[in-house]
Protein backbone atom coordinates (compact mmCIF):
# COMPACT_ATOMS: atom_id res chain seq x y z
CA UNK A 1 0.00 0.00 0.00
CA UNK A 2 2.72 2.71 0.90
CA UNK A 3 4.42 1.80 -2.22
CA UNK A 4 1.37 3.13 -4.17
CA UNK A 5 1.53 6.25 -2.18
CA UNK A 6 5.23 6.81 -2.75
CA UNK A 7 4.75 5.99 -6.58
CA UNK A 8 1.91 8.84 -6.26
CA UNK A 9 4.57 11.17 -4.92
CA UNK A 10 6.93 10.68 -7.55
CA UNK A 11 4.55 10.27 -10.41
CA UNK A 12 1.55 12.44 -10.06
CA UNK A 13 0.99 12.25 -13.43
CA UNK A 14 0.40 9.14 -13.87
CA UNK A 15 -2.46 8.73 -11.44
CA UNK A 16 -4.56 11.13 -13.41
CA UNK A 17 -5.14 15.30 -13.78
CA UNK A 18 -3.64 17.45 -11.02
CA UNK A 19 -6.57 18.96 -9.40
CA UNK A 20 -5.93 21.96 -11.29
CA UNK A 21 -6.03 20.58 -14.55
CA UNK A 22 -9.38 18.94 -13.32
CA UNK A 23 -10.56 22.58 -12.50
CA UNK A 24 -9.29 23.89 -15.99
CA UNK A 25 -10.86 20.95 -17.63
CA UNK A 26 -14.43 21.61 -15.74
CA UNK A 27 -13.99 25.43 -16.56
CA UNK A 28 -13.50 24.67 -19.88
CA UNK A 29 -16.39 22.30 -20.30
CA UNK A 30 -18.74 24.27 -18.49
CA UNK A 31 -17.83 27.63 -20.71
CA UNK A 32 -18.45 25.28 -23.50
CA UNK A 33 -21.82 24.09 -22.50
CA UNK A 34 -22.94 27.67 -21.51
CA UNK A 35 -22.10 28.49 -25.44
CA UNK A 36 -24.25 25.98 -26.82
CA UNK A 37 -27.13 26.60 -24.62
CA UNK A 38 -27.03 30.47 -25.24
CA UNK A 39 -27.20 29.53 -29.38
CA UNK A 40 -29.66 27.35 -29.00
CA UNK A 41 -31.84 29.33 -26.68
CA UNK A 42 -30.91 32.45 -29.47
CA UNK A 43 -31.60 30.48 -32.68
CA UNK A 44 -34.83 29.27 -30.69
CA UNK A 45 -33.87 25.44 -31.33
CA UNK A 46 -36.62 24.24 -28.80
CA UNK A 47 -37.73 20.52 -28.70
CA UNK A 48 -40.98 22.01 -30.02
CA UNK A 49 -39.97 23.53 -33.21
CA UNK A 50 -37.83 20.77 -33.92
CA UNK A 51 -40.35 18.41 -33.81
CA UNK A 52 -42.76 20.96 -35.65
CA UNK A 53 -39.62 21.13 -38.21
CA UNK A 54 -38.84 17.30 -38.22
CA UNK A 55 -43.01 16.65 -38.96
CA UNK A 56 -42.80 19.75 -41.85
CA UNK A 57 -39.91 17.55 -43.09
CA UNK A 58 -41.91 14.44 -42.91
CA UNK A 59 -44.72 15.49 -44.88
CA UNK A 60 -42.42 17.01 -47.63
CA UNK A 61 -40.45 13.31 -47.73
CA UNK A 62 -44.13 11.75 -48.32
CA UNK A 63 -44.75 14.42 -50.84
CA UNK A 64 -41.28 13.89 -53.00
CA UNK A 65 -41.63 9.87 -53.43
CA UNK A 66 -42.21 8.64 -55.90
CA UNK A 67 -40.13 10.56 -57.92
CA UNK A 68 -41.68 11.87 -61.14
CA UNK A 69 -40.37 14.26 -64.17
CA UNK A 70 -43.75 15.83 -64.58
CA UNK A 71 -44.65 17.21 -67.75
CA UNK A 72 -41.77 19.86 -67.90
CA UNK A 73 -38.84 17.19 -69.86
CA UNK A 74 -37.55 20.38 -71.99
CA UNK A 75 -37.33 22.72 -69.57
CA UNK A 76 -35.60 20.03 -67.18
CA UNK A 77 -32.95 18.99 -69.32
CA UNK A 78 -31.84 22.28 -71.13
CA UNK A 79 -31.40 23.79 -67.31
CA UNK A 80 -29.13 20.71 -66.86
CA UNK A 81 -27.29 21.13 -70.11
CA UNK A 82 -27.12 25.06 -69.40
CA UNK A 83 -25.58 24.28 -65.88
CA UNK A 84 -22.93 21.79 -67.10
CA UNK A 85 -21.95 24.42 -70.06
CA UNK A 86 -21.80 27.24 -67.47
CA UNK A 87 -19.27 25.18 -65.32
CA UNK A 88 -16.83 24.07 -68.01
CA UNK A 89 -17.05 27.47 -70.08
CA UNK A 90 -16.50 29.49 -66.68
CA UNK A 91 -14.11 26.90 -66.11
CA UNK A 92 -12.34 27.50 -69.27
CA UNK A 93 -12.43 31.41 -69.23
CA UNK A 94 -10.96 31.24 -65.32
CA UNK A 95 -8.20 28.43 -66.38
CA UNK A 96 -6.87 31.11 -69.06
CA UNK A 97 -6.47 34.13 -66.39
CA UNK A 98 -5.20 31.93 -63.72
CA UNK A 99 -1.79 31.33 -65.27
CA UNK A 100 -0.65 33.90 -65.86
CA UNK A 101 -1.88 35.21 -62.84
CA UNK A 102 -0.08 31.94 -60.96
CA UNK A 103 3.36 32.66 -62.28
CA UNK A 104 3.41 36.27 -61.16
CA UNK A 105 1.83 35.05 -57.61
CA UNK A 106 4.40 32.47 -57.72
CA UNK A 107 7.70 33.16 -54.93
CA UNK A 108 10.06 31.61 -57.52
CA UNK A 109 9.08 33.49 -60.28
CA UNK A 110 8.47 37.33 -59.03
CA UNK A 111 10.76 37.56 -56.76
CA UNK A 112 9.56 40.65 -55.12
CA UNK A 113 8.14 39.69 -51.49
CA UNK A 114 6.00 42.77 -51.94
CA UNK A 115 4.41 41.96 -54.83
CA UNK A 116 4.56 38.24 -53.89
CA UNK A 117 2.68 39.04 -50.31
CA UNK A 118 -0.09 41.60 -52.10
CA UNK A 119 -0.93 39.66 -54.73
CA UNK A 120 -1.53 36.20 -52.65
CA UNK A 121 -3.39 38.09 -49.92
CA UNK A 122 -5.50 39.45 -53.18
CA UNK A 123 -6.31 35.96 -54.06
CA UNK A 124 -7.24 34.57 -50.72
CA UNK A 125 -9.51 38.07 -50.21
CA UNK A 126 -11.79 37.18 -53.70
CA UNK A 127 -11.55 33.37 -52.33
CA UNK A 128 -13.44 35.00 -49.21
CA UNK A 129 -16.64 35.77 -51.26
CA UNK A 130 -18.97 33.16 -52.34
CA UNK A 131 -19.62 32.16 -55.91
CA UNK A 132 -23.55 33.27 -54.89
CA UNK A 133 -22.61 36.63 -53.95
CA UNK A 134 -20.62 36.87 -57.50
CA UNK A 135 -23.77 35.71 -58.65
CA UNK A 136 -26.25 37.79 -57.89
CA UNK A 137 -23.87 40.40 -58.94
CA UNK A 138 -23.81 39.56 -61.96
CA UNK A 139 -27.27 39.14 -62.22
CA UNK A 140 -27.75 42.58 -61.80
CA UNK A 141 -25.05 43.75 -63.96
CA UNK A 142 -26.04 41.53 -66.80
CA UNK A 143 -29.56 40.20 -66.24
CA UNK A 144 -31.03 36.94 -65.40
CA UNK A 145 -29.89 34.15 -67.25
CA UNK A 146 -26.47 31.59 -67.30
CA UNK A 147 -23.92 34.48 -68.92
CA UNK A 148 -24.71 35.76 -65.38
CA UNK A 149 -23.54 32.12 -64.10
CA UNK A 150 -20.72 31.86 -66.30
CA UNK A 151 -19.08 35.25 -65.16
CA UNK A 152 -19.99 34.33 -61.23
CA UNK A 153 -18.04 30.95 -61.89
CA UNK A 154 -15.04 32.59 -63.70
CA UNK A 155 -14.99 35.16 -60.97
CA UNK A 156 -14.63 33.00 -58.43
CA UNK A 157 -12.59 30.63 -59.94
CA UNK A 158 -9.80 32.47 -60.95
CA UNK A 159 -8.81 33.25 -56.90
CA UNK A 160 -8.88 29.59 -56.69
CA UNK A 161 -6.83 28.49 -59.67
CA UNK A 162 -4.50 31.40 -59.46
CA UNK A 163 -3.54 30.17 -55.54
CA UNK A 164 -3.41 26.43 -56.51
CA UNK A 165 -1.20 27.44 -59.39
CA UNK A 166 1.18 29.70 -57.76
CA UNK A 167 1.85 26.70 -54.90
CA UNK A 168 2.02 24.26 -57.64
CA UNK A 169 5.02 26.24 -59.48
CA UNK A 170 6.79 27.01 -55.85
CA UNK A 171 6.85 23.40 -55.27
CA UNK A 172 8.89 22.83 -59.01
CA UNK A 173 12.29 21.55 -59.38
CA UNK A 174 14.67 24.42 -59.27
CA UNK A 175 17.33 22.76 -60.93
CA UNK A 176 15.47 22.89 -64.84
CA UNK A 177 15.21 26.65 -64.69
CA UNK A 178 18.86 26.94 -63.52
CA UNK A 179 19.49 24.59 -66.80
CA UNK A 180 17.86 27.26 -68.65
CA UNK A 181 19.74 30.18 -67.37
CA UNK A 182 22.87 28.43 -67.80
CA UNK A 183 22.43 27.71 -71.43
CA UNK A 184 21.55 31.58 -71.85
CA UNK A 185 17.88 31.54 -71.99
CA UNK A 186 15.99 34.62 -70.43
CA UNK A 187 13.39 34.57 -67.87
CA UNK A 188 10.15 34.22 -69.91
CA UNK A 189 12.59 30.76 -72.18
CA UNK A 190 12.89 29.90 -68.07
CA UNK A 191 9.20 29.85 -67.74
CA UNK A 192 8.27 28.18 -71.13
CA UNK A 193 10.68 25.30 -70.69
CA UNK A 194 11.97 25.14 -66.96
CA UNK A 195 8.73 24.98 -65.37
CA UNK A 196 5.87 25.05 -67.38
CA UNK A 197 6.80 21.51 -68.51
CA UNK A 198 6.88 20.81 -64.71
CA UNK A 199 3.72 22.26 -63.68
CA UNK A 200 1.30 21.21 -66.87
CA UNK A 201 0.25 18.39 -65.58
CA UNK A 202 -0.63 19.47 -61.96
CA UNK A 203 -2.55 22.52 -63.67
CA UNK A 204 -4.65 20.40 -65.95
CA UNK A 205 -5.33 17.90 -62.61
CA UNK A 206 -6.40 21.18 -60.89
CA UNK A 207 -8.63 22.28 -63.36
CA UNK A 208 -10.15 19.05 -63.56
CA UNK A 209 -11.38 18.60 -60.34
CA UNK A 210 -12.53 22.15 -60.29
CA UNK A 211 -14.64 21.57 -63.31
CA UNK A 212 -16.10 18.85 -61.21
CA UNK A 213 -16.78 21.03 -58.31
CA UNK A 214 -18.00 23.74 -60.34
CA UNK A 215 -20.67 21.37 -62.22
CA UNK A 216 -21.59 20.99 -58.28
CA UNK A 217 -21.90 24.71 -57.76
CA UNK A 218 -23.53 25.60 -61.29
CA UNK A 219 -26.44 23.35 -60.37
CA UNK A 220 -27.51 26.08 -57.39
CA UNK A 221 -26.58 29.24 -59.47
CA UNK A 222 -30.08 29.37 -60.81
CA UNK A 223 -31.76 29.58 -57.02
CA UNK A 224 -30.49 33.40 -57.70
CA UNK A 225 -31.58 33.50 -61.30
CA UNK A 226 -28.06 33.10 -62.57
CA UNK A 227 -30.08 30.30 -64.95
CA UNK A 228 -28.95 26.16 -64.79
CA UNK A 229 -31.08 23.81 -63.09
CA UNK A 230 -30.66 25.47 -59.62
CA UNK A 231 -33.91 27.62 -61.14
CA UNK A 232 -36.03 25.04 -62.41
CA UNK A 233 -35.64 23.82 -58.59
CA UNK A 234 -36.40 26.72 -56.74
CA UNK A 235 -39.24 27.53 -58.77
CA UNK A 236 -40.74 24.09 -57.95
CA UNK A 237 -40.33 24.12 -54.12
CA UNK A 238 -42.32 27.32 -54.63
CA UNK A 239 -45.18 25.89 -56.35
CA UNK A 240 -44.44 23.11 -53.68
CA UNK A 241 -44.24 20.25 -56.88
CA UNK A 242 -41.54 17.94 -54.48
CA UNK A 243 -41.86 14.95 -56.16
CA UNK A 244 -40.66 16.64 -59.49
CA UNK A 245 -37.62 18.60 -57.19
CA UNK A 246 -36.48 14.93 -55.87
CA UNK A 247 -36.15 13.70 -59.46
CA UNK A 248 -34.46 16.72 -60.41
CA UNK A 249 -31.52 16.25 -57.62
CA UNK A 250 -31.70 12.39 -58.42
CA UNK A 251 -31.02 13.79 -61.73
CA UNK A 252 -28.12 16.31 -61.08
CA UNK A 253 -26.29 13.86 -58.73
CA UNK A 254 -26.51 11.51 -61.71
CA UNK A 255 -24.89 14.00 -64.12
CA UNK A 256 -22.11 14.81 -61.35
CA UNK A 257 -21.46 11.52 -61.22
CA UNK A 258 -20.67 10.99 -64.90
CA UNK A 259 -18.57 14.25 -65.17
CA UNK A 260 -16.89 12.80 -62.45
CA UNK A 261 -16.03 9.35 -64.57
CA UNK A 262 -15.25 11.15 -67.55
CA UNK A 263 -12.72 13.94 -65.92
CA UNK A 264 -11.36 10.79 -64.35
CA UNK A 265 -10.42 9.29 -67.83
CA UNK A 266 -8.82 12.47 -69.16
CA UNK A 267 -6.90 13.13 -66.20
CA UNK A 268 -5.72 8.94 -66.28
CA UNK A 269 -4.70 9.52 -70.21
CA UNK A 270 -3.68 13.10 -70.55
CA UNK A 271 -1.42 12.70 -67.39
CA UNK A 272 -0.47 9.44 -67.92
CA UNK A 273 0.69 10.80 -71.62
CA UNK A 274 3.11 14.08 -70.06
CA UNK A 275 4.64 12.00 -67.33
CA UNK A 276 5.99 9.37 -69.92
CA UNK B 1 25.61 3.83 -88.67
CA UNK B 2 24.04 5.97 -90.93
CA UNK B 3 21.32 3.19 -90.96
CA UNK B 4 20.42 3.31 -87.43
CA UNK B 5 20.54 6.89 -87.68
CA UNK B 6 17.82 6.86 -90.45
CA UNK B 7 15.83 4.39 -88.78
CA UNK B 8 15.69 6.87 -85.87
CA UNK B 9 14.85 9.61 -87.88
CA UNK B 10 11.81 7.50 -89.50
CA UNK B 11 10.05 6.62 -86.17
CA UNK B 12 11.16 10.39 -84.79
CA UNK B 13 9.10 11.85 -87.86
CA UNK B 14 6.17 9.10 -87.35
CA UNK B 15 6.08 9.77 -83.74
CA UNK B 16 5.97 13.02 -84.16
CA UNK B 17 3.07 12.92 -86.64
CA UNK B 18 0.66 10.75 -84.77
CA UNK B 19 1.74 13.14 -81.71
CA UNK B 20 0.83 16.14 -83.74
CA UNK B 21 -2.43 14.45 -85.76
CA UNK B 22 -3.55 13.66 -81.69
CA UNK B 23 -3.09 17.56 -80.70
CA UNK B 24 -4.92 18.55 -83.74
CA UNK B 25 -7.78 16.11 -83.40
CA UNK B 26 -8.25 16.76 -79.41
CA UNK B 27 -7.83 20.63 -79.83
CA UNK B 28 -10.87 20.51 -82.32
CA UNK B 29 -12.74 18.31 -80.10
CA UNK B 30 -11.88 21.33 -77.58
CA UNK B 31 -13.08 24.04 -78.82
CA UNK B 32 -16.04 22.20 -80.39
CA UNK B 33 -17.18 21.82 -76.38
CA UNK B 34 -16.32 25.73 -76.07
CA UNK B 35 -18.29 26.65 -78.89
CA UNK B 36 -21.08 24.40 -77.62
CA UNK B 37 -21.32 25.07 -74.23
CA UNK B 38 -21.05 29.00 -74.93
CA UNK B 39 -24.28 28.83 -77.12
CA UNK B 40 -25.85 27.12 -74.38
CA UNK B 41 -24.82 29.28 -71.90
CA UNK B 42 -25.88 32.21 -73.98
CA UNK B 43 -23.19 34.03 -73.99
CA UNK B 44 -22.91 34.91 -77.70
CA UNK B 45 -20.63 37.68 -79.28
CA UNK B 46 -23.46 40.41 -79.07
CA UNK B 47 -24.12 39.79 -75.46
CA UNK B 48 -20.98 39.71 -74.11
CA UNK B 49 -20.31 42.92 -75.92
CA UNK B 50 -23.65 44.01 -74.61
CA UNK B 51 -23.03 42.62 -71.07
CA UNK B 52 -18.90 43.46 -70.20
CA UNK B 53 -19.40 47.23 -70.16
CA UNK B 54 -22.24 47.04 -67.99
CA UNK B 55 -20.02 44.54 -65.37
CA UNK B 56 -17.34 47.42 -65.41
CA UNK B 57 -20.35 50.12 -64.56
CA UNK B 58 -21.78 47.61 -61.63
CA UNK B 59 -18.86 46.77 -60.38
CA UNK B 60 -17.54 50.68 -59.87
CA UNK B 61 -20.53 51.60 -58.91
CA UNK B 62 -20.11 49.43 -56.03
CA UNK B 63 -17.00 51.82 -54.80
CA UNK B 64 -17.62 54.27 -52.36
CA UNK B 65 -17.70 57.84 -53.21
CA UNK B 66 -15.05 59.10 -50.74
CA UNK B 67 -13.04 62.35 -50.02
CA UNK B 68 -9.54 62.65 -49.03
CA UNK B 69 -9.99 65.40 -46.66
CA UNK B 70 -13.16 64.03 -44.94
CA UNK B 71 -11.80 60.52 -44.68
CA UNK B 72 -12.09 60.02 -40.83
CA UNK B 73 -14.66 62.83 -39.68
CA UNK B 74 -17.77 61.18 -38.20
CA UNK B 75 -21.01 59.31 -39.85
CA UNK B 76 -22.61 62.31 -40.66
CA UNK B 77 -20.32 63.73 -42.94
CA UNK B 78 -20.70 62.33 -46.61
CA UNK B 79 -17.16 61.14 -47.90
CA UNK B 80 -16.37 59.74 -44.82
CA UNK B 81 -15.23 56.35 -43.90
CA UNK B 82 -17.48 56.26 -41.24
CA UNK B 83 -20.44 57.17 -43.44
CA UNK B 84 -19.77 54.38 -45.54
CA UNK B 85 -19.70 52.05 -42.93
CA UNK B 86 -22.37 53.67 -40.97
CA UNK B 87 -24.65 50.47 -40.02
CA UNK B 88 -20.83 48.58 -39.48
CA UNK B 89 -22.22 47.83 -35.79
CA UNK B 90 -25.94 46.01 -37.54
CA UNK B 91 -23.57 44.28 -40.00
CA UNK B 92 -20.94 43.22 -37.46
CA UNK B 93 -23.73 41.85 -35.26
CA UNK B 94 -24.89 40.09 -38.11
CA UNK B 95 -21.77 38.43 -39.15
CA UNK B 96 -21.28 37.24 -35.35
CA UNK B 97 -24.37 35.56 -35.85
CA UNK B 98 -23.55 33.82 -38.92
CA UNK B 99 -19.92 32.65 -37.72
CA UNK B 100 -22.09 31.25 -34.92
CA UNK B 101 -24.63 29.53 -37.25
CA UNK B 102 -21.61 27.70 -39.19
CA UNK B 103 -20.15 27.32 -35.37
CA UNK B 104 -23.28 25.05 -34.14
CA UNK B 105 -23.93 23.44 -38.17
CA UNK B 106 -20.27 22.50 -37.65
CA UNK B 107 -20.49 20.90 -34.49
CA UNK B 108 -23.64 19.16 -34.83
CA UNK B 109 -22.48 17.83 -38.61
CA UNK B 110 -18.92 16.60 -36.71
CA UNK B 111 -21.01 14.90 -34.09
CA UNK B 112 -22.95 13.29 -37.06
CA UNK B 113 -20.08 12.46 -38.57
CA UNK B 114 -18.03 10.93 -35.65
CA UNK B 115 -21.18 8.24 -35.14
CA UNK B 116 -20.84 6.96 -38.93
CA UNK B 117 -17.47 7.35 -39.54
CA UNK B 118 -16.60 4.17 -37.49
CA UNK B 119 -18.92 1.57 -39.05
CA UNK B 120 -18.09 3.37 -42.34
CA UNK B 121 -14.54 2.40 -41.78
CA UNK B 122 -13.91 -1.01 -43.55
CA UNK B 123 -11.44 -1.96 -40.63
CA UNK B 124 -13.53 -1.53 -38.31
CA UNK B 125 -17.31 -2.18 -39.58
CA UNK B 126 -19.19 -4.93 -37.97
CA UNK B 127 -20.29 -6.60 -41.37
CA UNK B 128 -20.16 -5.45 -44.79
CA UNK B 129 -23.84 -4.48 -44.96
CA UNK B 130 -23.52 -1.70 -41.95
CA UNK B 131 -19.96 -0.73 -43.68
CA UNK B 132 -22.16 -0.04 -47.38
CA UNK B 133 -25.34 1.44 -45.85
CA UNK B 134 -22.94 3.96 -43.80
CA UNK B 135 -21.00 4.89 -46.65
CA UNK B 136 -24.23 5.25 -48.88
CA UNK B 137 -25.44 7.49 -46.49
CA UNK B 138 -22.93 9.95 -45.90
CA UNK B 139 -22.53 9.96 -49.65
CA UNK B 140 -26.04 10.95 -49.87
CA UNK B 141 -25.59 13.28 -47.54
CA UNK B 142 -22.83 14.41 -49.11
CA UNK B 143 -23.64 14.94 -52.73
CA UNK B 144 -26.42 17.08 -52.35
CA UNK B 145 -25.08 21.05 -51.84
CA UNK B 146 -26.25 22.77 -48.51
CA UNK B 147 -28.15 25.43 -50.53
CA UNK B 148 -30.41 22.83 -51.96
CA UNK B 149 -31.19 21.48 -48.33
CA UNK B 150 -31.93 25.06 -46.60
CA UNK B 151 -34.35 25.53 -49.47
CA UNK B 152 -36.17 22.59 -48.59
CA UNK B 153 -35.63 23.28 -44.72
CA UNK B 154 -36.63 26.77 -45.11
CA UNK B 155 -39.98 25.07 -45.25
CA UNK B 156 -39.96 22.56 -42.97
CA UNK B 157 -38.34 24.66 -40.31
CA UNK B 158 -39.66 28.43 -41.45
CA UNK B 159 -37.38 31.42 -42.58
CA UNK B 160 -34.30 31.81 -39.62
CA UNK B 161 -31.37 29.77 -38.64
CA UNK B 162 -32.47 26.54 -37.57
CA UNK B 163 -33.11 25.71 -41.52
CA UNK B 164 -29.11 26.89 -42.11
CA UNK B 165 -27.63 25.15 -39.00
CA UNK B 166 -29.71 22.03 -40.43
CA UNK B 167 -29.07 22.57 -44.07
CA UNK B 168 -25.20 22.91 -43.24
CA UNK B 169 -24.72 20.36 -40.54
CA UNK B 170 -26.51 17.76 -43.14
CA UNK B 171 -23.78 18.37 -45.84
CA UNK B 172 -21.00 18.87 -43.28
CA UNK B 173 -21.88 15.16 -41.92
CA UNK B 174 -21.56 13.93 -45.36
CA UNK B 175 -18.39 15.67 -45.89
CA UNK B 176 -16.45 15.36 -42.31
CA UNK B 177 -17.62 11.49 -42.30
CA UNK B 178 -16.18 10.51 -45.94
CA UNK B 179 -12.76 12.27 -44.45
CA UNK B 180 -12.96 10.63 -40.95
CA UNK B 181 -13.84 7.10 -42.12
CA UNK B 182 -10.40 7.65 -44.36
CA UNK B 183 -8.64 8.14 -41.53
CA UNK B 184 -9.74 5.40 -39.86
CA UNK B 185 -8.80 3.07 -41.98
CA UNK B 186 -5.71 4.25 -42.16
CA UNK B 187 -5.25 3.75 -38.43
CA UNK B 188 -2.44 1.11 -36.79
CA UNK B 189 -4.89 -1.77 -35.70
CA UNK B 190 -2.22 -3.07 -33.08
CA UNK B 191 -3.83 -1.35 -30.19
CA UNK B 192 -7.09 -2.66 -31.62
CA UNK B 193 -6.08 -6.47 -31.15
CA UNK B 194 -4.90 -5.30 -28.02
CA UNK B 195 -8.11 -4.35 -26.50
CA UNK B 196 -10.13 -6.61 -28.18
CA UNK B 197 -8.00 -9.30 -27.22
CA UNK B 198 -7.89 -7.93 -23.38
CA UNK B 199 -11.78 -8.97 -23.97
CA UNK B 200 -13.09 -5.12 -24.66
CA UNK B 201 -16.16 -4.43 -26.54
CA UNK B 202 -16.35 -3.05 -29.87
CA UNK B 203 -17.05 0.47 -28.16
CA UNK B 204 -14.10 0.14 -25.84
CA UNK B 205 -11.93 -0.55 -29.12
CA UNK B 206 -12.90 2.32 -30.96
CA UNK B 207 -12.75 4.55 -27.45
CA UNK B 208 -9.39 3.56 -26.14
CA UNK B 209 -7.62 1.87 -29.27
CA UNK B 210 -8.69 4.40 -32.30
CA UNK B 211 -10.00 7.78 -31.36
CA UNK B 212 -6.69 8.42 -29.01
CA UNK B 213 -4.88 8.18 -32.64
CA UNK B 214 -6.90 10.06 -35.27
CA UNK B 215 -8.26 12.83 -32.69
CA UNK B 216 -5.68 15.06 -34.19
CA UNK B 217 -6.85 14.40 -37.48
CA UNK B 218 -10.30 14.81 -36.50
CA UNK B 219 -9.73 17.98 -35.34
CA UNK B 220 -7.72 19.31 -38.26
CA UNK B 221 -10.44 18.18 -40.93
CA UNK B 222 -13.00 20.15 -38.12
CA UNK B 223 -11.22 23.14 -38.27
CA UNK B 224 -11.30 23.55 -42.17
CA UNK B 225 -15.15 22.51 -42.58
CA UNK B 226 -15.70 25.37 -40.58
CA UNK B 227 -13.49 27.47 -42.83
CA UNK B 228 -15.90 26.33 -45.11
CA UNK B 229 -19.14 26.72 -43.39
CA UNK B 230 -18.32 30.21 -42.50
CA UNK B 231 -18.12 31.25 -46.33
CA UNK B 232 -21.69 28.74 -47.00
CA UNK B 233 -23.11 30.51 -44.17
CA UNK B 234 -22.55 33.85 -45.57
CA UNK B 235 -24.97 32.94 -48.56
CA UNK B 236 -27.42 30.74 -46.75
CA UNK B 237 -29.60 33.85 -46.20
CA UNK B 238 -30.06 34.18 -49.90
CA UNK B 239 -32.79 31.46 -49.69
CA UNK B 240 -34.23 32.79 -46.43
CA UNK B 241 -31.62 31.01 -43.79
CA UNK B 242 -30.31 33.33 -41.75
CA UNK B 243 -26.96 35.19 -41.12
CA UNK B 244 -25.75 38.22 -43.11
CA UNK B 245 -26.74 36.69 -46.85
CA UNK B 246 -30.27 37.84 -46.01
CA UNK B 247 -29.19 41.75 -45.63
CA UNK B 248 -27.08 41.47 -48.49
CA UNK B 249 -29.59 40.25 -50.51
CA UNK B 250 -31.94 43.32 -49.97
CA UNK B 251 -29.08 45.61 -50.23
CA UNK B 252 -28.29 43.83 -53.48
CA UNK B 253 -32.18 44.27 -54.54
CA UNK B 254 -32.68 47.22 -53.66
CA UNK B 255 -28.96 48.44 -55.63
CA UNK B 256 -27.74 50.27 -52.25
CA UNK B 257 -24.78 50.46 -53.83
CA UNK B 258 -22.40 51.49 -51.49
CA UNK B 259 -23.80 49.59 -48.87
CA UNK B 260 -23.11 46.83 -51.12
CA UNK B 261 -19.62 46.97 -51.40
CA UNK B 262 -19.11 47.73 -47.35
CA UNK B 263 -20.70 44.16 -46.59
CA UNK B 264 -18.73 42.54 -48.76
CA UNK B 265 -15.62 43.91 -47.44
CA UNK B 266 -16.85 43.25 -44.07
CA UNK B 267 -17.83 39.43 -44.78
CA UNK B 268 -14.22 38.96 -46.49
CA UNK B 269 -12.47 40.91 -43.50
CA UNK B 270 -14.73 37.86 -41.32
CA UNK B 271 -13.49 35.39 -43.71
CA UNK B 272 -9.57 36.29 -43.59
CA UNK B 273 -9.82 36.56 -39.47
CA UNK B 274 -11.69 33.15 -39.28
CA UNK B 275 -9.35 31.85 -41.80
CA UNK B 276 -6.22 32.50 -39.55
CA UNK B 277 -7.58 31.78 -36.23
CA UNK B 278 -8.59 28.13 -37.93
CA UNK B 279 -5.10 27.78 -38.88
CA UNK B 280 -3.53 28.46 -35.60
CA UNK B 281 -5.57 26.21 -33.88
CA UNK B 282 -5.16 23.72 -36.61
CA UNK B 283 -0.96 23.81 -36.41
CA UNK B 284 -1.80 23.13 -32.25
CA UNK B 285 -4.21 20.20 -32.58
CA UNK B 286 -2.15 18.58 -35.00
CA UNK B 287 1.25 19.48 -32.81
CA UNK B 288 3.96 21.07 -35.15
Same mark, same amino acid.
Given at each position: ?????????????????????????? /?????? *? %??? !?? &? +? $???? =?????????????????????????????????????? /?????? *? %??? !?? &? +? $???? =???????????????????????????????????????????????????????????????????????????????????????????????????????????????????????????????????????????????????????????????????????????????? | ????????????????????????????????????????????????????????????????????????????????????????????????????????????????????????????????????????????????????????????????????????????????????????????????????????????????????????????????????????????????????????????????????????????????????????????????
Amino acid at each position: MSDVAAWRARMPGAFGASPARMAMRI /SLGVLA *L %GWL !VT &L +L $VWFD =LTPARLWAGLAGLGKIVRLMIPPSPGDQWRDILNGLAQ /SVAMAF *L %GSF !VA &L +L $VAIP =LGFLGARNVVVNMLAHFTLRRFFDGLRGMDQLIWALAFVRAVGLGPLAGVMAITAAEVAILAKLFAEAIENADSRQSEAITAVGGNGLLRVRFGLLPQVAPVMLAQFLYQVESNTRSASILGVVGAGGIGLQISERIRVGYWDQVLFIIILILCTVAVIDWISARIRRRLIGETTR | MSGAIASFELSYAARRRSRRAATLFYGAVLIACLIVSAWVSEAFPETLAAGLPRVGEYFHKLAPKLEWAKLLSDVKTEGSIAYWFYRADLWGWMLFETTQIAALATLFGFCAALALCFTASVNLAPNRAVYLVSRRVLELFRTVPDIVYALILVYAFGVGPPAGIFAIALHTTGALGKLFAEVVENADMRPWEGVRAAGGTWLHGVRYAILPQVLPNFLSYLLLRFEINVRGSTVIGFVGAGGIGQELYLVIAKNYYEEIGAIIIMIILTVALIDMISERLRSWATGT
